[in-house]
């Protein structure tokens, strides 16, 4: 008799501390505690070469552009309350903000669209003048307190003409944020589309340039074939090479990293991506409403499993 009393007191404690808990959850959904939130910008470049299938999701081939989407969403879904998303992109040499930083809490929705719906058709220009896009991303946010995320394979064109390289000594370390590297390093092709975003195969060494044709030549006179200082001063032959390949462009992206005083990492997971964008150097510490409701559900679920027991 004895023992079936004490099993019964055993059952009526955890039928009250389940109350009791149920009861806690409603009167304290939150708690204050101390936490990181973010005010982040992020530029995606949107050129031809983020459309080049160099990651996976699902065992399934995608773009680097669908990656950094699909990177992005998750982001958003991890980011505390009362941290802050804007969105550009870059095309060309220039970088344009779609919306200024808002909530991810509140504006969850309209982050979400907005980033599914980024699409390399929305390039005003074919050329990829990397610096001169992560500049003006730079100018754009620099009397702002968001830190910029610039997001891109690094891959200029046409390439880089080393006479005229972008000066950054004027804004560097008065920015915070990072270059993220998109990309795989083993060169690959890029698809190509015709007007009606259909694939129509990809692109070969005669659908792009290989060496620019802006201004003086970076090479010696004496090795160039066909050189003429006033008709060809690039040759007169047409140049060969690589670039209808693509590949990330590390070495040069860290190179523009050191310049600008941003840091630098490469995009390889999601779950990497989130952890290197909250980062402390990027977030603000505040008083945050943080969630205890799944703490007093699952201890008054617990509670009550045990009176079965």
Do not use: W
């Given at each position: 008799m004895n023992i079936r009393l004490l099993l019964k007191d055993y059952r009526v404690w955890c039928l009250s501390l389940a109350l009791l808990a149920m009861l806690a959850?409603?009167?304290f959904?939150?708690?204050?505690?101390?936490?990181?939130?973010?005010?982040?910008?992020?530029?995606v470049d949107i050129t031809r070469s983020m459309?080049?299938?160099?990651?996976?999701i699902n065992d399934q081939p995608v773009s680097r552009l669908a990656f950094v989407k699909h990177s992005l969403r998750e982001l958003v879904g991890q980011l505390p309350c009362q941290s802050k998303v804007g969105l550009g992109v870059f095309t060309e040499r220039r970088s344009t903000l779609l919306f200024e930083p808002?909530?991810?809490?509140?504006g969850y929705a309209e982050l979400a669209n907005s980033i599914e719906h980024l699409d390399w058709r929305m390039a005003w220009a074919a050329d990829s003048r990397i610096a001169g896009g992560l500049l003006n991303a730079m100018q754009l946010l620099l009397d702002r307190e968001s830190a910029l995320v610039f997001v891109t394979d690094g891959q200029e064109a046409p390439p880089l003409n080393s006479r005229y390289r972008t000066d950054f000594s004027a804004l560097k370390g008065k920015l915070k944020g990072l270059i993220i590297g998109a990309g795989g390093l083993q060169a690959v092709a890029i698809p190509k589309f015709d007007q009606n975003g259909k694939r129509i195969g990809v692109y070969g060494p005669d659908d792009v340039p290989h060496r620019s044709s802006f201004g003086e030549s970076d090479l010696n006179p004496?090795?160039?074939e066909g050189y003429d200082a006033r008709n060809a001063p690039f040759g007169k032959h047409?140049?060969?090479?690589?670039?209808?390949?693509?590949?990330?462009?590390e070495g040069y992206l860290q190179q523009l990293a050191a310049e600008t005083g941003l840091a630098y990492s490469r995009l390889q997971t999601a779950d990497e991506f989130a952890t290197t964008i909250q980062n402390p150097e990027f977030g603000q510490v505040f008083e945050l409403n943080r969630d205890t409701r799944a703490f007093y559900a699952l201890l008054a679920l617990s509670l009550l499993l045990l009176t079965l027991v």
């Open positions: 959850l409603f009167a959904p939150t708690r204050k505690q101390d936490g990181a939130v973010y005010n982040l910008t992020f530029v459309n080049a299938e160099d990651y996976r808002i909530e991810v809490c509140s004496e090795k160039i047409a140049a060969v090479g690589t670039e209808h390949l693509s590949a990330l462009q």
